[in-house]
């Protein structure tokens, strides 16, 4: 779990315990009698089945069991104070007390095999974006992990940012699918050791925009395609597609450049040998504020040595 999703968590635990507190506060204060101030009561009882239910929506079974246990002890404690004479009254009570718990934890039981089934939805979805990038750095890298080790390298940068958690899943998409538009470019220009030529360079530099055409089309990746099709913009605007310059690069695109260049310098190649942590960090560093947003490179300075080795070892090349 994300230090962003537990301070969400903590919010929404907050808000929960303040809904409750001001029910059974009310609860408590207002009187039972005359006859308009009980049926306020019964009102107000109908407000406690709100924490179970929203906690089974927030939190799933542990949490709707949380809440549903709070309601309940709040409202036996109130119930024992004010128990009424009639027996209608006193069945009426205790099928409230039951129906705390049928609320709270029937929905959650629900939620929480929705939540499995999207989960393995998202998951299937995942591994197949992973087959298909794993066969283009087959293709152009000769190893099928390099995008695997920029989306690790892009997500420890925006871990140092308080970015929102679908934001940051986001990113890390686009950085898994930013070469999918190499799909379009000819083996010969693609594989070649020498220098393009001018219509060669063109059909390469089409690449992005050929990504995001096709990334831009899956819904649930279409911020994703945002980072597609500026990966390799600059941050004085000398990059391509489009020219774009400082903060309208997008942040994941500007995190990503970092990543990926990384990425290129520390591995091995077959026109350079890979260079240590300390001299790749040297390089980015002497772009900042020409080919990188120096707010990107400050992000990588401040990620340890030992974060990226981890990933790194994590997806080790497999040559073919």
Partial sequence: MTLLTEKGERKRMALLLLLTGVTALMHFMLPTEPLYYHEMHIVLRKLFYLPPLIAAAWFGVRGAISFAFLVSAIFC???????????????????????????????????????LLLGEVANANEETLLSLVSALDLREHSTRMHSQRVREYTQLLTGTFDLPEKEVRDIGFGALLHDVGKIAVPDHVLLKREGLSGEEWAVMRRHPEVGYGIVKRITFLREAAELVYAHHECWDGSGYPRGLRGDAIPLGARLFMVADVYDAVTSDRPYHSAVTHREASRLIREKSGSHFDPAAVEAFLNVGEKEFEAVRQRYRDEVA
Avoid: Y
């Fill in 77 to 115: 404690v109130h119930s024992a104070l004010n128990w009424p004479g009639s027996l209608m009254e006193q069945a009426t009570l205790i099928g409230e007390l039951a129906s705390f718990w049928v609320v709270g934890l029937v929905p959650a039981w629900l939620l929480e095999r929705q939540r």
